[in-house]
């Protein structure tokens, strides 16, 4: 990651500035400052960066053209609730915080399609209701064992 830069100015009389700092990317963070001619001593201080709000779900499986998953055998699909830059939306639980920003509510799941492929989705006439209530992992786990013929 390359360091991003900036500038404070400090006109006499002046004694601090502010900066705000956002990232887009959860964990934690080193700012540091350094006077340009080394007349002051540097410092570190580190940013703890949590997820923001949730946004939108994403599914994930193992499952694909060349090793598809079987009607004869049980799938499982992890569902993931995340925030507008792709993070986990556990309000900061990854990494040992708690921003409150989690997700709690009820989607909907759905699948389509034939004898070749399935199609899961999050919207549509549903199969199934999770429900999320103020969950620390945003993670869960979806397991089908219907047998579509």
């Known amino acids: 990651m390359v360091p991003t830069r900036w ?5 006499p009389g002046t004694a601090y500035r502010d900066l ?23 410092t570190t201080q580190q940013a ?15 499952y694909n053209i060349a090793t598809p998953l079987s009607v ?9 609730i995340r925030d507008q830059y792709n993070n986990l939306a556990d309000g900061g ?8 920003l989690t997700y709690t509510g009820s989607i909907r799941l759905s699948h389509s399609g034939g ?8 919207d549509g ?3 199934a209701t999770l429900t999320f209530i103020q969950t620390a992992t945003s993670y869960f786990t979806i397991s089908d064992i219907i047998q579509e013929l």
């Open 7 to 11: 500038t404070l100015t400090f006109t």
């Open 115 to 122: 004898t070749n492929t399935v199609v899961l989705s999050g």
């Open 72 to 80: 004869r055998n049980e799938g499982v699909i992890n569902v993931k």
């Open 20 to 42: 705000y700092y956002r990232d887009q990317i959860t964990g934690f963070h080193n700012i540091s400052a350094v006077h340009q001619a080394r007349l002051l001593a540097a």
């Open 93 to 100: 639980a990854t990494i040992g915080e708690n921003n409150g």
């Open 48 to 62: 703890v960066i949590t997820p923001n709000k949730p946004d939108h779900i994403s599914f994930h499986h193992s």
């Open 125 to 127: 006439v549903g199969i």
